[in-house]
């Protein structure tokens, strides 16, 4: 998606073409195809800019001989294409006629047919096939009527439909301002310095603390003073956001890939999620009496929580589970007659997983959607759903929409997220979970999707502790969770351990034109995101199936041709699936296991053995060996895997 970087100040050293230019460096990962930059030369009293089409170095190369010294002010923009081709002339930033007001925009003008054509009646010339260009030009016209450039960038805001975050320079009065309406953008300001971008990745090199605006919002930075405004010129008292991100943890360190140092990272981060949240604590047992009417009263509304199964009080020890700042309560919980995930890509298919844990430890129903979807459903909500949002970057416009739509029903809304103040975070009136995997930099997720699977089984566990309804399995028992998650970064590390045998498995397949993913149960969802990583990364055709359904159509592509690999876990399901890896290799396919066990099946072509855990943990070791074959296959056929063609780090437009 389109990244934006701004800076106002005074800095002994550098320019301010300079802190935009590594601004813009910084949120490369989101994806573009073009980039530019305008700033006021102090010297010629006059807005210059540069744009150029491809990748940044393209820009950086137009300033080659020496960044402009003489300059405080700048602002700079990656482009990802919606309206008008990916070209130099398309680039932003857009200059008005006069050449005294440049803008960037990240978002969709929905309305902007109709004002461009009133403005071009009006005179004014436009020279792109953008959406964009039309800011330029309606800041323009207020100021041709006398308005202050804030009040003109003021008035053009209330004017545009659709999504946006625009940041101005004026040239006259040496001013930015930053308009908020959907797509995000963070503010820190240092002394007389402000920093204004799309994300937290290019400020947390000058500060921790920051402002994000919110929707409706302009900010306006003249001669070091911030003031912060609504669209309709209310003044706003904005609260500082402590990011406890450090610098060091957006570079490589060593490691060829963004991506490939995020994958390695996962049992720190792994960690990071749940060490302070959980603690085993004993003498519950007292409880079990109030827990047990809990499920009484449940089982009167109809739920079959299959307590006769369960021998209730052998197995409860007791989890504490903290969850800071979620304010969901036992009554939430026990009136919801469902909870809804809402999420996109990746965040989907964690929220899929999560729905078995629900439903294992809980026994509530659990319904997942695509945000996308969702919003144009006419899905029954009712005040009691809880419902909750799952997104890494806590920006994506139809995750968001669709919380939106839910939290106007006035259904419960928590969500979990990386990204502290991100947008998803304003709109979860029970409280966020955070997954504390650090800055994701590498388009395809990695350690943000692992945290997320483990922070929705704590989610899991506080609903089922909090309301009584776990364990409703003997293995589920609260020391076994505790050991296995203890455990569970050292099994992470054997598995990356295995970095080597995963390359050479890849050196088999990398030139192999499509792929099948199986896995059934909670083993099903990590398919679909083992396909999905190959997909982005490499530009192999995958599709996840649950195993059990390769009857009812893949089996038809399966020739020599086809390598088909399985997700294999020692359990009731295991003879299933084993069955259909003898139906593969009978039409002459090629078998990829990852077992947790030494499966008895002649003829795999490979065997990828990991350790073993309790079935809600799985899908965190199982998720590891895929990350790190999509990841050989991508290097071995060269593609850009921090950066793959066609793909966003967040999508903040619909
Ligand atoms: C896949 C990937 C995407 C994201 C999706 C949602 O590797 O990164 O599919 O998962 O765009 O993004 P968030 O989680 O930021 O809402």
Same mark, same amino acid.
């Given at each position: 998606?389109?990244?934006?970087?701004?800076?106002?100040? !005074?800095?002994?050293?550098?320019?301010?073409?300079?802190?935009?230019?590594?601004?813009?460096?910084?949120?490369?990962?989101?994806?573009?195809?073009?980039?530019?930059?305008?700033?006021y030369?102090?010297?010629?009293r006059l807005i210059? @800019?540069?744009?150029?089409?491809?990748?940044?170095?393209?820009?950086?190369?137009?300033?080659?001989?020496?960044? %402009?010294?003489?300059?405080?002010? /700048?602002?700079?923009?990656?482009?990802?294409?919606?309206?008008?081709?990916?070209?130099?002339?398309?680039?932003?930033?857009?200059?008005d006629?006069s050449g005294n007001i440049?803008?960037?925009?990240?978002?969709?003008?929905?309305?902007?047919?109709?004002?461009?054509?009133?403005?071009?009646?009006?005179?004014?010339?436009?020279?792109?096939?953008?959406?964009?260009?039309?800011?330029?030009?309606?800041i323009e016209?207020?100021i041709?009527?006398?308005?202050s450039f804030?009040?003109a960038?003021?008035?053009?805001?209330?004017?545009?439909?659709?999504?946006?975050?625009?940041?101005?320079l004026d040239g006259t009065s040496k001013s $930015?301002?930053?308009?908020?309406?959907? %797509?995000?953008?963070?503010?820190?300001?240092?002394?007389?310095?402000?920093?204004?971008?799309?994300?937290?990745?290019?400020?947390? =090199?000058?500060?921790?603390?920051?402002? @994000?605006?919110?929707?409706?919002?302009?900010?306006?930075?003249h001669?070091?003073?911030?003031?912060?405004?609504?669209?309709?010129?209310?003044?706003? !008292?904005?609260?500082?956001?402590?990011?406890?991100?450090? /610098?060091?943890?957006?570079?490589?360190?060593?490691?060829?890939?963004?991506?490939?140092?995020?994958?390695?990272?996962?049992?720190?981060?792994?960690?990071?999620?749940?060490?302070?949240?959980?603690?085993?604590?004993?003498?519950?047992?007292?409880?079990?009496?109030?827990? !047990?009417?809990?499920?009484?009263?449940?089982?009167?509304?109809?739920?079959?929580?299959?307590?006769?199964?369960?021998?209730?009080?052998?197995?409860?020890?007791?989890?504490?589970?903290?969850?800071?700042?979620?304010?969901?309560?036992?009554?939430?919980?026990?009136?919801?007659?469902?909870?809804?995930?809402?999420?996109?890509?990746?965040?989907?298919?964690?929220?899929?997983?999560?729905?078995?844990?629900?439903?294992?430890?809980?026994?509530?129903?659990?319904?997942?959607?695509?945000?996308? =979807?969702?919003? @144009?459903?006419?899905?029954?909500?009712?005040?009691?759903?809880?419902?909750?949002?799952?997104?890494?970057?806590?920006?994506?416009?139809?995750?968001?929409?669709?919380?939106?739509?839910?939290?106007?029903?006035?259904?419960?809304?928590?969500?979990?997220?990386?990204?502290?103040?991100?947008?998803?975070?304003?709109?979860?009136?029970?409280?966020?979970?955070?997954?504390?995997?650090?800055?994701? $930099?590498?388009?395809?997720?990695?350690?943000?999707?692992?945290?997320?699977?483990?922070?929705?089984?704590?989610?899991? +566990?506080?609903?089922?502790?909090?309301?009584?309804?776990? %364990?409703?399995?003997?293995? +589920?028992?609260?020391? &076994?969770?505790?050991? &296995?998650?203890?455990?569970?970064?050292?099994?992470?590390?054997?598995?990356?351990?295995?970095?080597?045998?995963?390359?050479?498995?890849?050196?088999?397949?990398?030139?192999?034109?499509?792929?099948?993913?199986?896995?059934?149960?909670?083993?099903?969802?990590?398919?679909?995101?083992?396909? +999905?990583?190959?997909?982005?990364?490499?530009?192999?055709?995958?599709?996840?199936?649950? /195993?059990?359904?390769?009857?009812?159509?893949?089996?038809?592509?399966?020739?020599? &041709?086809?390598?088909?690999?399985?997700?294999?876990?020692? &359990?009731?399901?295991?003879?299933?699936?084993?069955?259909?890896?003898? =139906?593969?290799? /009978?039409?002459?396919?090629?078998?990829?296991?990852?077992?947790?066990?030494?499966?008895?099946?002649?003829?795999?072509?490979?065997?990828?053995?990991?350790?073993?855990?309790?079935?809600?943990?799985? %899908?965190?070791?199982?998720?590891?060996?895929?990350?790190?074959?999509?990841?050989?296959?991508?290097?071995?056929?060269?593609?850009?895997?921090?950066?793959?063609?066609?793909?966003?780090?967040?999508?903040?437009?619909?």
């Amino acid at each position: 998606m389109c990244g934006i970087m701004g800076f106002s100040g !005074n800095l002994k050293n550098e320019s301010s073409v300079g802190v935009v230019l590594n601004g813009l460096k910084s949120l490369e990962y989101r994806g573009y195809d073009s980039s530019g930059i305008a700033y006021y030369d102090n010297d010629d009293r006059l807005i210059k @800019y540069i744009k150029k089409a491809g990748k940044l170095i393209n820009l950086s190369n137009e300033f080659s001989c020496a960044l %402009p010294l003489n300059s405080d002010v /700048a602002i700079g923009h990656i482009r990802w294409a919606t309206h008008g081709r990916p070209t130099d002339e398309n680039a932003h930033p857009h200059i008005d006629c006069s050449g005294n007001i440049a803008i960037v925009h990240n978002g969709i003008i929905e309305n902007y047919a109709a004002l461009k054509n009133k403005l071009i009646k009006k005179g004014h010339r436009f020279i792109t096939e953008t959406d964009s260009e039309v800011i330029a030009h309606l800041i323009e016209d207020y100021i041709n009527a006398g308005k202050s450039f804030y009040e003109a960038v003021r008035l053009t805001s209330a004017c545009l439909l659709g999504a946006f975050a625009i940041l101005a320079l004026d040239g006259t009065s040496k001013s $930015i301002a930053a308009v908020k309406f959907g %797509p995000p953008l963070v503010l820190a300001q240092k002394g007389n310095n402000l920093y204004v971008a799309s994300d937290i990745s290019p400020l947390i =090199e000058y500060t921790n603390d920051v402002i @994000y605006l919110k929707n409706s919002e302009i900010a306006h930075f003249h001669e070091g003073k911030l003031d912060i405004t609504t669209f309709k010129g209310k003044k706003v !008292n904005k609260t500082i956001t402590k990011i406890d991100w450090d /610098a060091s943890r957006a570079a490589k360190s060593g490691f060829s890939h963004f991506m490939q140092k995020e994958i390695f990272e996962q049992p720190a981060r792994i960690l990071d999620a749940f060490s302070s949240r959980v603690m085993l604590k004993e003498g519950i047992k007292d409880n079990v009496i109030s827990l !047990n009417k809990i499920k009484m009263k449940r089982a009167k509304k109809g739920f079959n929580e299959n307590t006769k199964n369960n021998s209730f009080n052998d197995v409860f020890a007791g989890l504490d589970i903290s969850l800071e700042g979620l304010k969901l309560t036992k009554n939430d919980i026990v009136n919801s007659p469902k909870i809804v995930f809402i999420a996109c890509g990746s965040s989907y298919y964690a929220s899929l997983a999560i729905k078995y844990m629900m439903e294992t430890i809980c026994g509530l129903p659990v319904i997942v959607e695509y945000g996308s =979807e969702f919003r @144009y459903e006419n899905f029954p909500i009712s005040q009691n759903d809880i419902f909750v949002g799952i997104s890494q970057s806590g920006e994506t416009a139809d995750t968001n929409s669709a919380l939106e739509v839910a939290k106007a029903k006035r259904a419960k809304i928590l969500s979990i997220t990386n990204v502290p103040g991100s947008q998803i975070t304003g709109l979860s009136n029970k409280g966020v979970i955070y997954t504390h995997a650090g800055p994701e $930099i590498g388009v395809a997720s990695t350690k943000a999707f692992t945290t997320q699977l483990l922070c929705g089984l704590l989610l899991a +566990l506080y609903v089922g502790e909090k309301s009584g309804l776990m %364990p409703r399995y003997q293995w +589920l028992n609260s020391q &076994n969770i505790f050991k &296995n998650l203890v455990e569970l970064p050292k099994k992470m590390e054997k598995i990356l351990f295995m970095d080597e045998t995963l390359k050479d498995i890849a050196k088999k397949y990398y030139k192999s034109g499509n792929f099948l993913y199986m896995g059934r149960g909670i083993l099903y969802p990590i398919a679909l995101e083992g396909a +999905l990583k190959l997909k982005e990364i490499s530009y192999i055709h995958a599709e996840g199936y649950p /195993a059990g359904e390769m009857k009812h159509g893949p089996i038809a592509l399966v020739d020599e &041709n086809m390598p088909v690999l399985f997700l294999l876990s020692n &359990n009731m399901l295991a003879p299933k699936t084993i069955s259909n890896i003898e =139906e593969i290799k /009978a039409r002459g396919g090629k078998v990829i296991a990852v077992a947790d066990y030494e499966p008895e099946i002649d003829g795999l072509s490979d065997l990828i053995r990991i350790p073993e855990t309790i079935e809600v943990l799985s %899908p965190v070791l199982y998720t590891v060996p895929l990350q790190l074959f999509a990841y050989h296959i991508a290097a071995l056929k060269g593609t850009d895997i921090d950066q793959p063609r066609n793909l966003a780090k967040s999508v903040t437009v619909e």
